[in-house]
């Protein structure tokens, strides 16, 4: 059984386009977390969800929106998909909030926009 | 604000050598340190983490990584590379009640 798991794994879409990622949980963890990793492997958060709540949202433009129907789900969905976008998108989840909690990631979604 | 290095961008070993890779943390609290391994096309997973106790610490496939507080290091070991072990490895440092920060990544190349 996968403990996190992401749908798609690979994505190549048209710059313009609009573009979701949904992400499972089955560790009955409370938060949930998506995290962009760009070509230099380098992982940054972009938001955090909380029990259905959002808690962390970094700097991302609001093309992208999350949304979290229960909390064993938080999806991602990407409006005007830009060449910027290009990256691998992770999403993870721990009990409670990080930091004195470990982390458990998905696979991974392998976004290309040409 | 809290910040992760990792001083190696490429290591590369041979199989059988010992590893070392480096990781530093500036923070003024200890915080909670992982170590996670990504191999190619995959997620992370989870090598080992730190919260108390025995500074010393043993995870998966061989690896340990000792915390050093007075060098706000907790650097990852392994005796013996085996091929296997070639990927982007991440030091990860986590606060009660904040995010993670993850390092930039060591990649690890093993020469037959």
């Known amino acids: 059984d996968t403990a996190v798991s992401q749908t798609p794994k690979y994505l190549v879409t048209q710059m313009g386009n609009d573009k979701s990622i949904k992400c499972e949980q089955n560790l009955g963890h409370d938060t949930m977390y998506w995290y962009k990793q760009d070509s230099k492997k380098f992982l940054k958060i972009m938001f955090s969800y909380n029990n259905k709540e959002l808690i962390i949202n970094e700097t991302v433009p609001n093309r992208f929106s999350p949304k979290s129907p229960d909390k064993a789900h938080l999806n991602l969905h990407i409006n005007s998909l830009e060449l910027g976008d290009s990256a691998v998108y992770f999403c993870a989840s721990s009990q409670e909030g990080a930091g004195g909690n470990t982390i458990y990631f998905g696979e991974g979604s392998w976004l290309t926009v040409v | 604000a809290q910040s992760v290095t990792q001083p190696d961008i490429h290591i590369t070993v041979s199989e059988g050598a010992s590893l070392e890779l480096r990781c530093n943390y500036s923070?003024?609290?200890?915080?909670?340190l992982f170590w996670y391994v990504q191999s190619p096309g995959q997620g992370l997973q989870l090598l080992l983490k730190y919260f108390s106790g025995d500074t010393l610490v043993q995870g998966i496939k061989g690896f340990e990584a000792e915390f050093k507080r007075s060098q706000s290091s907790f650097n990852l070991r392994k005796p013996s590379v085996h091929w296997s072990d070639a990927a982007e490895y991440f030091c990860?440092?986590?606060?009660?009640?904040?995010?993670?920060?993850f390092g930039p990544g060591t990649r690890l190349s093993v020469l037959p």
């Open positions: 923070y003024g609290a200890t915080p909670y």
């Open positions: 990860a440092v986590g606060f009660y009640g904040q995010n993670f920060v």
